[in-house]
């Protein structure tokens, strides 16, 4: 037979046709996570060394439990459901314990997730007392026939579903409920992302699929049941396994509008532009241009990572490796 070098034009061709078709049926992807917890006005001077590391390793270890279950062969779905849930019993976040006050001082928890292997989806918006509102909408997409439940029906479904509640003061935190009473006393609803903190995850798992998921306590402030894009599938959250994940964060109403989440992976997956292009793209494109501010983490099926964000900074980190979760939260390291 005859003997072909590694370097020979005809492998380099195979071993690049092979890399863009991207992992197959049986062949295993190297496992990949990415996580953020909100953009907004997060400023160095506003930010103490101890605060900084707190959320340092808040987000290293939501990525370590995320990782680890990828690093088994576990899927997608369960290391970003174990990384949010981290996230949600952390205080220093937006969701679950931690979670921002509504303007009659209770909290209203939002949350979605996406298999990007099936295309199945759960979300809930405005339930109250559920300890990991992600779970929640994990149930639904596992064990309803619906996608969407919002409010006490939401609450009635977790109930049957044996879920886990916990009391109001699960979710107390002083500095939300300060900049509630903020807010009242100057007797202004929330009308903009008065707070960051929301949290999400995108997971590349060695199968080669990928998901994502977001959750939330939505605006400070808000009123008459409002709802973020965070629960909305095609805004805050989507999967695709021939495109990409992404989760999103900021002003929630631009995301809906703009179908932020969705419009990512259409442009990945039916435009053929890196999830670099695409996320920069509509990020520093249609949100910047129509006044809205945010960002997203975006994972593609080779593992290859996005977080454009137009804000002073995202609370963020990616895991590739063992022992090697890298966070960041402001623009410039
Ligand atoms: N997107 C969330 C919302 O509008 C808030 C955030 O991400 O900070 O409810």
């Not at 039916?270 to 960002?295: C, D, K, N």
Request: contains cysteine; hydrophobic residues 45%; aromatic residues 6%.
């Amino acid at each position: 037979m005859p003997r072909i070098a590694p370097s020979s034009p005809l492998i380099r061709w195979i071993v690049a046709m092979l890399a863009a078709l991207g992992p197959m049926a049986g062949q295993s992807s190297e496992p990949v996570i990415a996580i953020h917890g909100g953009a907004g006005t997060i400023l160095r001077e506003n930010m103490t060394p101890a605060l900084e590391a707190e959320y340092h390793a808040a987000l290293g270890s939501a990525l370590e439990a995320g990782y680890g279950r990828l690093a088994r062969g576990e899927p997608a779905l369960d290391a970003i459901t174990a990384a949010i849930t981290l996230l949600e019993d952390s205080p220093l976040f937006n969701a679950g314990r931690g979670a921002v006050y509504t303007w009659e001082g209770s909290h209203e928890l939002d949350a979605s997730i996406m298999d990007g292997a099936t295309g199945r989806a759960g979300a809930v918006g405005g339930v109250r007392g559920v300890r990991n509102p992600i779970v929640l909408a994990r149930r639904v997409m596992d064990a309803s026939p619906h996608v969407f439940l919002a409010g006490p029906g939401a609450e009635d479904f977790a109930r049957e579903q044996d879920i886990v509640f916990a009391p109001d003061a699960w979710f107390h935190t002083d500095r939300r409920r300060e900049q509630w009473q903020a807010l009242r006393k100057r007797n202004q609803a929330a009308s903009g992302p008065m707070l960051i903190g929301t949290v999400g995850a995108v997971a590349l798992d060695t199968a080669g699929n990928l998901a994502a998921g977001t959750s939330t306590g939505g605006m400070t402030g808000k009123r008459w049941g409002r709802l973020g894009d965070s629960p909305v599938i095609g805004a805050g959250t989507w999967a695709r396994n021939d495109g990409c994940a992404v989760s999103a964060t900021g002003h929630g109403e631009y995301f809906i509008r703009l179908g932020i989440a969705h419009e990512i992976c259409a442009r990945v997956r039916i435009g053929g532009e890196s999830v670099e292009a695409a996320a920069s793209g509509v990020i520093h494109g249609a949100l910047e241009e129509t006044g809205g501010t945010g960002g997203v983490i975006v994972l593609d099926p080779d593992g290859r990572v996005a977080m454009p964000f137009n804000t002073q900074g995202m609370y963020r980190g990616v895991m590739r490796a063992a022992g090697e979760a890298r966070t960041a939260i402001y623009a410039e390291p």
